[in-house]
Each structure stands twice: as C-alpha cells, then as structure tokens.
C-alpha cells in the first residue's frame, strides 16, 4: 500500500506535490474559518445582563432538545429552571 502511495506521488511529480499542498491549504483555511465562527458565535451578546427569568427560559428551552432523547434530564434541567426563578422571586 505504501508503494502504491508512493508511486502515485511519483508519477504525478511536483504538479501533484503543488496541488496536494494546495488541497492542504484551502482545508486548514476552512478549519480557521470553521473554528472562528464557532467561536464568535457563541459568545453571549454584549449589553445587558439576563434576568432570572430569562435565564430560566433560555434553560427551558435547552431541556426541550432532550425531552426525546433523555426525558430524566431534560426534568431535571426544567426543575433547576424553576428552582432559579422562584429564588429570584424570594431574595
């Protein structure tokens, strides 16, 4: 396999080297691009910080993604919401 490998880089000479690193290139660019992105968005907006309800709503609607597939936590997250309003509600 590794002659294979081999031959092929061969026969294809310093276009296919070029090319290969090339390839190379434009996949570590998109990987930059990829993980900037990511990044960036998921930071949490600057400007005024969340109230207790709508933190508890934003976890609300994160437990809403695992009702399907783990109904015992998604509870749990949707009690934790409740417990952190209702003590916002209390102080």
Known sequence: MASTTLNQVQSN?????????????????????????VSTSARPAVGAPLTAFEEAEALRDYAQQFLQS??????????????????????
């Open 13 to 37: 000479g310093v276009r296919g080297f070029l090319g290969a690193i090339q390839d190379l290139a434009l996949s570590f660019k998109n990987l930059l691009a990829g993980v900037f992105s």
């Open 70 to 91: 783990d109904p015992a936590f998604a509870e749990d997250l949707f009690a934790s919401a409740d417990r952190h309003e209702l003590a916002s509600l209390k102080a």
